[in-house]
Structures are given as C-alpha cells and as structure tokens.
C-alpha cells in the first residue's frame, strides 16, 4: 500500500538519520532505545559539534549491537546500498 495511503512503518525503513547539535543526549537514548526496538536496521547519527557520524547497526532489545564513530577522512556507506559511500569530510565541509 502506498504511502499516501498509510503511515510509514519500521519495516519501511532502511537507514535513519538525526542531525543533532543540542539533542545528542536525547537522540543517543530514548530515539535510540526506540529505533533498536522498532527494528530499525541502521541509523545514523550526525554529531554537527564534533563533525561526526555515529553509525548503529543491528539492532536488537538491548540497543544497537554494532557501533562504530567516523570523523575526518574516513567514509561511511549506507548497509542495504554499499555502492553509496560518503566521506564525512566532503559532509561537514
């Protein structure tokens, strides 16, 4: 069913991202807990203080099992499409 027809759900999505300067606490907890619950597989979230991407994935009851932090040169691809790859310099420039 199209979306014009229904809300998006969890299954829907395939990587979300929070762009956050003043909201880190709140997006690194509660979005967090909320993502890894609904089963959203990836999510990203742009630290614009610290130009940097936290990067969740697999996600479980507990949380996010893979964590990783990417800043300067290094790149990030998006999970369900690894063709697409930025490099968090070019983002933040």
């Known amino acids: ?51 940097s991407i936290e990067v969740f994935r697999t996600p479980g009851v507990e949380g996010y099992r893979d964590v990783r932090r990417i800043a300067g040169e290094e790149t990030v691809a998006v999970e369900a499409f690894p063709d697409v790859a930025l490099k968090i310099a070019e983002v933040f420039a």
């Open 1 to 51: 069913m199209p979306y014009k027809d229904r809300e998006p759900h969890a299954n829907d999505v395939v990587l979300l991202i929070e762009v956050a300067e003043t909201s880190l606490r709140y997006d690194r907890s509660t979005k967090l807990r909320l993502y890894a619950a609904a089963g959203v597989p990836e999510y990203w979230l742009v630290d614009c203080t610290a130009e």
